[in-house]
């Protein structure tokens, strides 16, 4: 298994943190690709630290953030694409924070989205949030779709298979897997999503993991 495979393989949701803060060196590795983030694709993506109010009583059972003080909100420029860009680069974020030791969960739901200290600008929209800190655990393996389940091709290289079986992987809204690929040649897949609640933020954070499994970029039709 090679490095990446091992870190999506390992990276579970978690949702109880320990009182730990972040050390400063890794706040500034996720702060460094943030910047970079942020002025390639024109996002301003903020990560906070040491603010525990957004998961204050929070009262649902499912989704509570337990003892997590530290966040990323994902914030861009209201437009259509939006949504699909802040799942693929907010993933990014995600597996840097699993390789450095941290644990995450993508919350788009069950947080007060009116604590959230980010600077927003008028022109802009929050998404939703990440998690970040140490967990209690490192969460659990869950259930998964599988390859045929999200597969329309007949015929298909090596790669466009793993590019699967890496998007399977990928942490989803409620686990719902909403999205199936079909391979058209050369490097071009064509990607769909069934409609609902974060199925873009989801075909986004789904794409990333493909292109890292299949090695390449994907002429995403
Ligand atoms: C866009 C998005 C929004 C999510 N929103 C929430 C949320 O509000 N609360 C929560 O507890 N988990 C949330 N999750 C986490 C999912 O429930 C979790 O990723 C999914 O069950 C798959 O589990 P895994 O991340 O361990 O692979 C969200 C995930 C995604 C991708």
Redesign the pocket.
Known sequence: MNNIEKLIEE?????SYLDKDIEKEKIDVLNNLISSINESQHLNIQLITNDSEVFDKFVLH????KNCKNYIALIGKKDKSLEEKV?YY??MIVLKAQEIGLNT???????KKSAVKAKINEDEKL??IIAVGYGETN????N?KTIDEVNISVEYPKWYENGIRYAL????????QKFKFEYLGNDSVKAYSKRGP?TK??LG?VKYHFELGANKKIDWK
């Open positions: 990276r579970h949701s978690v949702r499912y989704g509570r953030l799942g907010g993933q969960c993508w919350v788009a739901g069950t947080y998404l939703c969460g659990n393996k869950r998964s992987l990928a942490p989803t809204a409620m686990n719902q974060m933020i989801d954070i």
